[in-house]
């Protein structure tokens, strides 16, 4: 059973950057695709973007160059960086996976917990 | 980006009666390739991470209650709860994963109770 654990500062100053981290127990991420989803307070379900278990990464256009999702194999995680964060990023971010290929990531049916960071000064 | 909208934003239904949710895509999610809708649902109730309830359109995950069901190909989608149960109160989502377009997720829909 694969286990997804999210971790990190829980407030952020406006402009700088915001770094998680998803621990993933119960598999390896040198297999599939281990996403970035978010939920501001009040709203939906947003994508941030995945990286693959080759090293490469897909993120969602809105947020244009800030996003920077990479792994580290050796700790089985995978991080998100976002730059220049606004009170606009503030929200739940949950890591996910789904153990498949779908041409990138899939339908997530594992989920982290869910973190909530807020940008404040 | 393929924009999902989603109809209604919420619904109240007594309970035992059926809730239907729709998704609508700006472009088919239906993959020429293989024949596959590249479509999820979720349900999501505060402070859970959103639960998997349905792939591929139509496959129904396990353990997941068969008053749940998933339809539609190509742009139009449906969600349905066939009798409704006190414990299906939460937010649905439907979400899109066609291959190489970035993902997206449809505004969510609320369920209540009448």
């Known amino acids: 059973q694969v286990q997804l654990q999210e971790s990190g500062p829980g407030l952020v100053k406006p402009s700088e950057t915001l770094s998680l981290t998803c621990t993933v127990s119960g598999g390896s991420i040198r297999t599939y695709y281990w996403s970035w989803v978010r939920q501001p307070p009040g709203r939906g379900l947003e994508w941030v973007g995945y990286?693959?278990?080759?090293?490469?990464?897909n993120h969602n256009p809105s947020l244009k160059s800030r996003v920077t999702i990479s792994m580290d194999t050796s700790k089985n995680q995978f991080s998100l960086k976002l730059t220049s964060v606004t009170a606009a990023d503030t929200a739940v971010y949950y890591c996910?996976?789904?153990?498949?290929?779908?041409?990138?990531?899939?339908?997530?049916?594992?989920w982290g917990q869910g973190t909530l960071v807020t940008v404040s000064s | 980006d393929i924009v999902m909208t989603q109809s209604p934003d919420s619904l109240a239904v007594s309970l035992g009666e059926r809730a239907t949710i729709n998704c609508k895509s700006s472009q088919s999610i239906l993959y020429s390739s293989n024949n596959k809708n590249y479509l999820a649902w979720y349900q999501h109730k505060p402070g859970q991470p959103p639960k998997l309830l349905v792939s591929w359109a139509s496959a129904r995950e396990s353990g997941v209650p068969d008053r749940f069901s998933g339809s539609g190909s190509g742009t139009d989608f449906t969600l349905t709860i066939s009798s409704l149960q006190a414990e299906d109160v939460a937010f649905y989502y439907c979400?899109?994963?066609?291959?190489?377009?970035?993902?997206?997720f449809g505004q969510g829909t609320k369920v209540e109770i009448k």
């Open positions: 979400h899109q994963y066609y291959p190489y377009s970035s993902r997206t």
């Open positions: 990286i693959e278990y080759s090293g490469s990464t």
């Open positions: 996910a996976t789904s153990l498949a290929y779908c041409g990138g990531d899939c339908y997530y049916d594992y």
